[in-house]
């Protein structure tokens, strides 16, 4: 049986004492991929950004427990909440080239967040990071190591930043519309590299999309959100073939741009 990694019991999420998420359970599995969607404003970001702590300082958890394995990430510390972030689970925004640094080279970058968690020299980091930039089938990958930000396509720049995020190999990998600003042949080799990653680490992936052709061509399994409430959750078949829910098939009639015959 598939180990449980990540848990979401009766979470409520408020900002500035307003509820946006209400009552939302969940559960992810080591290796398994599960799809956030709803419309704008559900609370999709929200609930992911919940489970790293980054909810600002006016956001945050007013009911029920998240757990990563047996921790509740909301009892601890923000010194241990650190250690997890980033080691334990990975995150990946829509824009990584806008939330790389743009004066500093990926390889600095790469050297800088890799001694944030380890013990590792300049050497070590590289020849870490040159192996992982070769499994995700990066064509120059001594390139990108000495590139500046400016100096990478945006569909680069995206697949550094995952690359940056999976550098802990961290189980967990929480990736907010990684692949919206990107156009749609990079989109399919991102997420292509995303499944790459799963096959090859077993790495549990939560994905925040608009996009319901991205479900379909990445989930096992699906959670629909409208106004920060569970509209439907369940195997990714079930919810896409079979959806209960008016708004779910609403969401659905949109034109999928990828499918999975698509093959990622
Ligand atoms: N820092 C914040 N302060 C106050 N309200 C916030 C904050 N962040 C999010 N919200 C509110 O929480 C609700 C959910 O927002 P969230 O960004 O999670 O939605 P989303 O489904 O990810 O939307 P989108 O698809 O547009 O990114 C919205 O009503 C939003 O206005």
Sequence with gaps: MQETILRYDSVEISFN????VTDIS???KNGEILGLVGESGSGKSTLMKAAMGL???TGMVTRGDIFYREQNILDISEKEKRKIRGAQIGMIFQDAGASLCPIRTIGEQIYESMRAHKKVTRAEAKEHALDLFEKMNFKDGKRVWDSYPFELSGGMNQRAGIAIAMLMNPPILLADE???ALDVSVQKQVL????HLRELFGT???IVTHDIGVVRAMADKVLVLKDGRKVEYG?????LNHPQDAYTQRLLSAVPVLRRSDHL
């Design 55 to 57: 909810l600002g300082t």
């Design 235 to 239: 195997r990714a078949e079930d919810v």
């Design 26 to 28: 969940f559960s992810l």
């Design 178 to 180: 990684p692949t919206s």
């Design 17 to 20: 004492g307003k509820p946006v």
């Design 192 to 195: 292509s590299e995303m499944k």
């Design 204 to 206: 549990a992936i939560m």
